[in-house]
């Protein structure tokens, strides 16, 4: 019977970092995935969409943009079977570097479903049948989260998919109904519709990217019309009825009831946790009413030697989060310093066209704690590489108390957004002001100087508006 200091169950970035890291300190450590090492993220999750996503932005600009750049095009053919070939590609690669760090960390790799057996022991069933018992001092589970279903809804993956189905598929479907307009119907969207197909995005929730500022959603239903999406909000699905050549969904909201038809419809509600087949009534932990592991600030469960991280906790359901508890969950069972992690001041990231990325406080939501509220905002329109690059839609928002100069959170839509959160994130780690971002000289011509142009903004001090 193979025994450890630490077993983590899920390899997917929560886990396989958490196990690095626990081998790092000392542990003898090893790690059960059922399916993937890397789990959803890196196989069919985030690394496969933005390699489709890269694809699908030149798609879009050899389609609808080639006068403006100097291109003429007679006969484009555009192979997506081929963009969601080479998105395979990366994944292989990215999977095959995740086993590596296993090798080169001495964590043993065991194949197959996890069960627990007692809070410190574990059945694993091997993927051929055999079973194995694994005993450890300390178990992480870190087994994330699956697609959550509209009730009675067949996933029959030709007609109604989750991202799962969607992300394999080599067929572009000519005509899709999207869903759920969070960060997985966001960015399928862009892809399908930069190829051409036919785009109606459906949310329940007044705007889309319904996490976000409202300015966002509003911003972003402006750029998805003008690329010819379709996009239906405070809009609940009533019914979905798939048939041989097409699926027809029921839809109520401001345009009154209306049946939608496409030749597929993507479900992208929201997840719910990975905890059914765990046996975590052999364990005695406590989960909330939603099913997800409830843990404290160190990742600890109420059971003692039993570890929760990434997804299957629920706090924010993000892979650079799951890496970030992985880390502090290691840290906690070696008996090291660590962090408290704030995920309110997490860096958030949708990968649409344009891109989202933000952290911490609305504006709105400042106001409601009590803060006297000043921001500093800056569009991408007045910046030199925007416009040099042609993508140029958007703005960057900083939200500062105006007492203290605190940047309470930053909001942003526009060009490769995403790469600027670092900044405005170790700014407010550091408890750094507006005014050491405006005082920080960046380069020129950069899409980075829209944070420094934004806190001068903040500061009353305007330089290029």
Known sequence: MPEYDVVVVGAGPGGYVCAIRAAQLGKKTAIVEREWLGGVCLNVGCIPSKALLKNAEIAHTLRERGDEFGFTLDGLKLDYGSAVRRSRTVSDRLVKGVGFLMKKNKIDVHMGAARFAGPHSLMVLGQEGSTTELQAKDIVIATGASPALIPGLQID?????????????????????????????????????????????????????????????????????KRGIRVLTGTKVEGVEALKTKVKVRVSGSEGVQTLEADQVLVAIGFKPNTAELGLEQTGVAMNEKGFIEIDQRMATNVPGVWAIGDVAGKLMLAHVASAMGIVCAEHIAGVESIALDYEMMPRATYSQPQIASFGLSEKRA???????????????????????????????????????????????????????????????????????????????????????????????????
């Open 367 to 465: 106001k409601e704690r009590g803060y006297l509220v000043k921001t500093g905002r800056f569009p991408f329109m007045a910046n030199g590489k925007a416009l040099a690059l042609g993508d140029y839609a958007g703005w960057v928002k900083l939200v500062v108390d105006s007492r203290y100069g605190e940047i309470l959170g930053g909001h942003l839509i526009g060009p490769d957004v995403t790469e600027l959160l670092p900044e405005l994130t170790l700014a407010h780690r550091m408890e750094l002001t507006p005014a050491e971002i405006a005082r920080n000289v960046h380069a020129h011509p950069t899409l980075s100087e829209t944070l420094m142009e934004a806190a001068h903004v903040a500061l009353g001090e305007p330089i290029h508006i």
């Open 157 to 225: 993956g030709q007609r109604v998919l989750t991202y799962r189905e969607a992300i394999l598929q080599e067929r572009l479907p000519k005509s899709v109904i999207v869903v759920g307009a969070g960060a997985v119907g966001l960015e399928f969207s862009t892809t399908w519709s930069s190829y051409g197909a036919e785009v109606t995005l459906v949310e329940m929730l007044p705007h889309i990217a319904p996490l976000e500022e409202e300015e966002i959603g509003q911003e972003l239903t402006k750029a998805f019309t």
